[in-house]
């Protein structure tokens, strides 16, 4: 990508999920970036996931916006800067502070976050900024709060190794942190009387090592946590010691619990589950001191979800399983430096430092910062921050890092909010999103292996990122880009950081600003004041640090003692209730988004990694086979999908893991990938009340036939252009990174010998470009292949609905001379060589069929004895559990 600082080994920290894994990478001598787990990182000890792995493969010059655009013309970055902070001065003098608005991202380090929160809240005077945070874990920072005074989450990785009793809700752990559920089933392995329960309306691969699946309905959690609390009164489970000593509001919120949930079997009714099930699970936390509730998106993802977590932490304080070695309510956060956003107030409801909008914190922190200008009121959240872009009282906006026309439900809405706004500045490191095309002002910032600074984990481990490769171009820091134009708007005093180091000594300093409140906990003051080396040597530690180098207890609250007013704990009387958008005939099913497991949010990066394409390399909507079949659809079927406020097409996967009347679609395709792989567009905007964090788990659908005739595959050696993808003569396509080239998957509703005539015509632009054809139009059936100078340049087979064969054998012809092995095998629509399938372990590149043939020659009986002999399964240990099912199926075979 560019010249390395050092061909030696760099600790650094994955951009990824929120598990916060360390990092070792170096550029190798061929310019290749190489990476590997730190083995001396606390929390992942070496292993790293198939993402994690393919690091490498994504730090390259494709796609890289280098250069600044004004109005896309490519302008010297210092005159971008100055129209920037021009702009942003005019809109402030014209209409106000209210007027303008920032939306950051997970993906920043703390010292870009910082600066981004001093610049809006206390300098432009407006607390309209919000990250992508609130998309992910508001509803667990409002219920923090609630519960515990303070935005803390009290427990650690190593409770998962010394709990009796782990139970997942709402989290896929094995796909979605899949070291952390490395790190649980270890501990299981290790310890065979630990037991692991999920709950979750999908039977995901986190149920592999579960003792019990409660697949409950979707939004009944409160109901179901409720119901817990309840049985643990009834029985006299609770601690009657600790919460009277700890705790306030016990008897409103057992009251609450009894009268919601108190009926076991209506309880059962309302959650969708067998009543033997609730009550084993019921029984299990009862009788087990050591317990840890790991909760993510399917809480926090919630119209209610603010109630589902303080359900969740209200039987963890009911029965005193909290602040010790193995019990705790955990939220695990879903990015790399969600919980280091939170600590700098990048969310718009919190300041700076763990502070809040009160005037004792409202003074301490002006006089810190030494402005008079700081606002003094909380600003718009995420859906209403873009709301109010879209009717014109916002007129400036500065997204960073992130990709709204995609992550926020109702896209559509939102990009007609992006294109009437007066000033869309984006600050992004690749050149083409579905956001950036929406800006006026494109600035190139820093990405992964350019920038220093740091993150800090699920929990509160504050970890390093380090550079280990020069930027190129004008590409900058997001820090630095923020400093200039803070500088330009006349705030040059404040913003004068020379480093991230700079920075982050005054972020650690604010953290110390009213130390004398002992309730407070998040504190960092001990690393404030130093200097770059001592920067450079900061060793991943949890938080609160008071002391240099002296690491934080592993669990919070281990004392009693919380940050509320009055130092106890409070439980939350919550109440169940129906979903804000619920089910109709209209619309009868229930649609729940998420991760699929090799890709990231909005495949920015991970979609640079042709490894992390093919375990799944086209979204689909899995569905129980009942649905499908009252809908007379099969498997592999292109689908309309429609809600109330939008409309897709997408292929069909029958999976007997989904529950019957639940749909899931993963998050990540877009308009670079596919023509209509956008799940957020038919997503509603309903949000929770309190925390504003969207419904995306459950949104009413339905589901019906589309009635296309035809499909395709293309295989080119070069992407299509934005402009070839808009002119691709096909109603639905999905794309496909390849090693050496790309693969679109084409359904159309003209027939097929008028498909292939089309396909043909948009492929043949280049006059050196030779076509070799096959036609059997008693078959419907299609084939070309284009070669130039003897090489296979892009080929594609048409065929009537159904009829395709596997295209995975494809993918290794492009780049090759035309043998006429291979010549004979494009047209004939056959593989040349034996087709291996899907690659079901991306670490080690491992497809379906090795894995297959593997089980059979050596009659294995475990996953371990499949490693043994062709490696799928032994580094992250995600592709496991298919393997498993392999196992069961070819030994049924």
Known sequence: MSQQQSQQWIKTTCPYCGTGCGVEAKVANNGTVEVRGDQAHPANSGLLCSKGSALGETVIKEGRLQSAYIKGHKEPLDKALSYVASRLSQTLAEHGSESVAFYVSGQLLTEDYYVANKLIKGFIGSSNIDSNSRLCMSSAV????????????????????????????????????????????????????????????????????????????????????????????????????????????????????????????????????????LLRFFQLFADNQRCVTVFSQGVNQSSQGVDKV??????????????????????????????????????????????DYVPEHLAALSQFWKTDTLSQKPGHKAIDLFEKVGSGEIKAIWIMGTNPAVSLPESAKVR?????????????????????????????????????????????????????????????????????????????????????????????????????????????????????????????????????????????????????????????????????????????????????????????????????????????????PQDAANQGLCDGDVVSLTSQVGALKVRLSISEGQKPGHLFMPIHWNAQYSSDGLVSQVVDSSVDPISGQPESKHTPVKLSSWDYVSEAVLLTATPLTKQQCQDLP?????????????????????????????????????????????????????RSALVIEGELFSSFSVTAKGQLNASSWLESLLQ?????????????????????GKIVCSCHQVREQTIADVITEHACESADQVGSHCKAGTNCGSCVPEIKRMIKTVTVE
Request: hydrophobic share 40%; charged share 20%; glycine share 8%.
């Open 142 to 277: 409002a219920g923090h709060k609630r519960a515990f005074g303070e935005d803390i989450v009290p427990g650690s990785y190593e409770d998962l190794e010394h709990a009796e009793l782990v139970t997942l809700v709402g989290s896929n752990l094995a796909w979605c942190h899949p070291i952390v559920y490395q790190r649980l089933k270890r501990a299981k392995q290790a310890n065979p009387n630990l037991k692991v329960v999920v709950i979750d309306p999908r039977r995901t691969d986190s149920c592999d090592i579960a003792d019990l699946h409660l697949p409950l309905n979707g939004g009944t959690d409160v109901a179901l946590f409720n119901g817990l609390l309840a049985y643990l009164s009834e029985h006299g489970k609770l601690d009657a010691e600790y919460i009277g000593q700890f705790t306030e509001g016990f008897e409103n919120a057992v009251a609450s619990a009894v009268e919601d949930a108190g009926d076991l079997p209506a309880l059962a009714k309302t959650c969708g589950v067998e009543p033997e099930a």
């Open 730 to 782: 096909a109603d639905y396509w999905v794309k496909q990174g390849l090693g050496d080239g790309y693969l679109y998957r084409i359904a159309d509703t003209s027939q097929a010998v008028e498909l292939a005539s089309k396909l043909k015509q948009f492929l043949l632009t280049n006059s050196k470009l030779q076509s070799l054809d096959f036609a059997d139009t008693e078959q419907q059936r299609y």
């Open 416 to 624: 007609e909010a992006l294109l009437n706004c007066p000033l869309v500045v984006v600050s992004d490191c690749i050149a083409e999103t579905d956001t950036t095309r929406y800006a006026d002002v494109l600035l190139p910032a820093a990405g992964w292996g350019e920038r220093d600074g740091t993150v800090t984990n699920s929990e509160r481990m504050i970890s390093r990122q380090r550079a280990f490769v020069k930027t190129e171009g004008d590409t900058k820091p997001d820090w630095y880009l923020l400093s200039q134009v803070a500088k330009k708007m006349g705030f040059a005093q404040a913003f004068d950081f020379q480093s991230s180091a700079d920075i982050f000594s005054e972020h650690a300093a604010l953290s110390g600003v009213l130390a004398d409140d002992s309730k407070r906990k998040f504190n960092i003051s001990g690393l404030s004041g130093k200097d770059q080396q001592a920067f450079d040597e900061i060793e991943p530690q949890r938080w609160p640090i008071t002391t240099y180098k002296k690491a934080a207890n592993r669990s919070l609250f281990s004392d009693g003692r919380f940050s509320t007013d009055s130092g106890k704990a409070q439980l939350i009387a919550v109440t169940n209730q129906t979903t804000q958008q619920p089910l109709s005939q209209a619309f009868p099913l229930v649609l729940n988004t998420g991760r699929v497991r090799d890709q990231w949010h909005t495949m920015t990066r991970t979609g640079l990694a042709p490894q992390l394409s093919s375990h799944a390399s086209e979204p689909l909507l899995e569905v129980h």
């Open 310 to 355: 303080n359900a969740i932490i209200n039987n963890h304080l009911a029965t005193g399983k909290i602040g010790k070695l193995g019990a705790s309510a955990f939220s695990i956060t879903g990015q790399p430096n969600a919980m280091g956003g939170r600590e700098v107030g990048a969310l718009s409801n919190l300041l700076a430092g763990h502070l």
């Open 816 to 836: 090759q001379p035309m043998s006429d092995n291979i010549r004979r095998g494009v047209l004939a629509g056959t593989s040349p060589a034996p087709d291996l």
